[in-house]
């Protein structure tokens, strides 16, 4: 019989103005004005991605968050990963996720990863243009540590064995992982708290057996990680098996829209990724129900040809050939709840509806 999962969908907390964003893009800026600014870039192409129950909400109101976790939860979601932005001690998007701690409403399981890169203007956590910029240190690493305490002790908070679920989103820009780590499991445990930590495998992230950087686990971030993200060629949809011979007789036409975005193709993530080994280290997995990040890029990535039904297969297959590691390393985490900006999203929009949350139910339901 198959051990139960706990599907975990990761949550943006961008959807409410702050200072900082007054001040870089404008009065009033929130997710939203990426996201209606959007334009179709082929006949076809759905943009923008427009909310459709949730509407366009403000995650400062206490109804939107109850909204959302009660449609997370009758569709089988067990928490939501919540991104949460440190840098040196400041805080930013931090106010949603202190008020659903402080008020303990909506009583719904939750967990924290760490979106540690640089802000800059091309939403891209490179080096240029930055807007806020992480400065590691040890003093530093244990002040954060210090700070998240609180919300490891909630009753609500994800573990385990009993420890409280910690992501790092790019493991890989910390100078020392090792020592970060010691440092983080030190202060912890002085508090009497045991972490169970974990990086994901994000674009750009080598995929090492987490041991080696002092952590319990990985997590998987497609597209990311599957597909080559960074398509050289742009030689369309599925642009590694295309010959030049065929690419030679592609219309300009298509040649120039391929010069605008990197196409990459649902079906072949979902093939490479179902005939790829398990790795021999603790990986949990993870879907993305779909990817278009139009919205944010002059050059974007746009994955082909998502539908629910395909997210079904994906998800119904992923979970027949995933074994949990024991009773507590269950997790199965969807990529992502709401990342609207992004393309890629569980919450229902004006296309789908909620077919893709349907998808996951039946998907996850399975007992293949």
Known sequence: MRKKLRPIAIYLPQF????ENDEWWGKGFTEWRNVTKATPLYRGHYQPHLPADLGFYDLRLPET?????????????????????????RRILERPFQEVFESGKPDFPFMLCWANENWTRVW?????NVLLEQ?????DDANHIKSLLAYFKDPRYIRIDSKPVFAVYKASLLPDIRKTVE?????????GVELYLCNFESLGEPKTDPKILGLDATIQFPPFGILNINNQ?????????????IWSRVSNRYKKLFHKANFLSYDEMMTTDLASFPPAYKQFPCVTPMWDNTSRRKKPTILKKSTPEKFEQWVRQKVA??????DDENLFFINAWNEWAEGNHLEP????????????????????
Not at 233 to 245: D, F, L, M
Not at 321 to 326: A, D, Q, Y
Request: with cysteine; hydrophobic share 30%; charged share 30%.
């Open 16 to 19: 409410h103005p702050v200072a």
């Open 65 to 89: 968050r109850e909204a959302q976790a009660r449609l997370a939860q009758e569709y089988g979601i067990y928490g939501f990963c919540y991104y949460h932005y440190w840098f040196n001690g």
């Open 124 to 128: 891209d956590g490179g080096e240029k």
């Open 135 to 139: 400065k590691y240190n040890s003093e």
């Open 183 to 191: 440092v983080w499991r030190e202060v912890a445990r002085e508090a």
């Open 233 to 245: 060629n742009n030689q369309g949809i599925t642009a590694s098996r295309i010959k030049n011979a």
């Open 321 to 326: 050939r995933f074994k949990p590691f024991s």
């Open 349 to 368: 929009c004006q296309r789908w509806g909620k077919q893709y949350l349907e998808a996951l139910k039946k998907g996850i339901g399975s007992d293949e």
